[in-house]
């Protein structure tokens, strides 16, 4: 198992003078840049001139900049803004405007595995990826403990790059619920791949499979959705408690059952070899290249496609006209 590194592991004060800016306030940028904030690290975020960010930075009480003038005070330039924007701000606004040996620091190695930033030479490169969304981590936080994160460092030219991603993940309190060392290769392939694979992508398509198999076999759309979508919550937060054994202590002797027999029966050794084809193709650029190529040429035009073939899917209205009646 990887070593997990706590807030007693993390011993040195190497942020105490330096300030940090978060380029971008969308969920991450403005949970990572409050958390830094409360925990006393020097923050000011970077965002457009007047626009509705700049706003909220300033009714958060953080100070606030266009992404210019930040990135000429900052000793660690946060960009947190969206992956398919981030060479354009980078070489617009970023690079030309930056300290000679000024941090680079991210949440997630796209841009730099995929060669879309290639920062200069003599600065730092770090990664601190929180595993989880910025609203939960914020949330977490308040609490007075942390979510889990991964820390990175793609270079290390002062010598003190890990100690800096280290120091931002304390003071996120990442390291409360532990942090664990990986490479900028490792968090972007895997990232990429339990999104499409499992979470936004092969989960997904299961449960819209299930709600189509029983509404086409008769079956009341209404039910479906309970069966198909609601009560997977509920089963994904016993998997979440306490791993498969927790869930099928919960669940009835007859579901466990069903679920060794049927379950391999559905998502059988095809599957996982269609998952790796997905993998490789993570691996060797191909995805990210078809996704730059439709987010920078195209306008977005297939997400868009995709997004509003999905939102007219069955499941998408029934559900809603269900959550409906329970908020009443």
């Known amino acids: ?125 770090i990664m601190v990826a929180p595993k989880c969304p910025g609203t939960e981590e914020y949330k977490r936080y308040k609490e007075g403990f942390g979510v889990p994160a991964l820390v990175a460092i793609h270079q290390d030219v002062s010598g003190e790059a890990m100690s800096k991603a280290l120091e931002m993940s304390k003071a996120m309190y990442f390291t409360k619920a532990g942090v664990m060392i990986c490479t900028f290769a490792e968090e972007t392939y895997e990232d990429l791949f339990g999104e499409q694979a499992v979470l936004c992508g092969g989960l997904a398509q299961l449960i819209k499979y299930g709600f189509e198999t029983l509404v086409e076999a008769g079956y009341p759309a209404e039910f479906a959705y309970f069966e198909c979508l609601h009560e997977m919550k509920l089963i994904v937060d016993l998997v979440y408690e306490g791993g498969f054994s927790r869930m099928n202590e919960v669940v009835s002797n007859t579901a466990e059952f069903g679920g060794y027999v049927s379950g391999s029966r559905v998502v059988g050794p095809e599957v996982k070899e269609r998952m790796k084809e997905v993998l490789k193709d993570i691996e060797n650029g191909k995805f990210a290249e078809e996704w730059m190529k439709d987010a920078r040429k195209n306008n977005m035009k297939r997400l868009m496609e995709y997004r509003k073939a999905e939102k007219e899917h069955q499941i998408e209205k029934v559900g809603k006209n269900i959550r409906d009646l329970f908020e009443k």
């Open 1 to 125: 198992m990887s070593n997990i590194i706590h807030d007693n592991d993390v011993k040195t004060n190497i942020l105490d003078n330096k300030k940090i800016a978060v380029i971008g306030y969308g969920a991450q940028g403005r949970a990572q840049a409050r958390m830094m904030h409360e925990s006393r690290l020097d923050v000011v975020v970077g965002v457009r001139e007047n626009g509705p960010s700049y706003k909220q930075v300033q009714e958060d009480g953080l100070k606030v900049a266009t992404i210019e003038e930040a990135s000429k005070q900052a000793d660690i330039i946060h960009i947190l803004i969206p992956d398919e924007h981030q060479q354009d701000v980078y070489e617009k606004q970023i690079e030309p405007n930056m300290k000679d040996d000024a941090t680079l620091s991210f949440s997630h190695g796209f841009n730099i595995i995929y060669k879309r930033i290639q920062p200069k030479e003599g600065v730092d490169v």
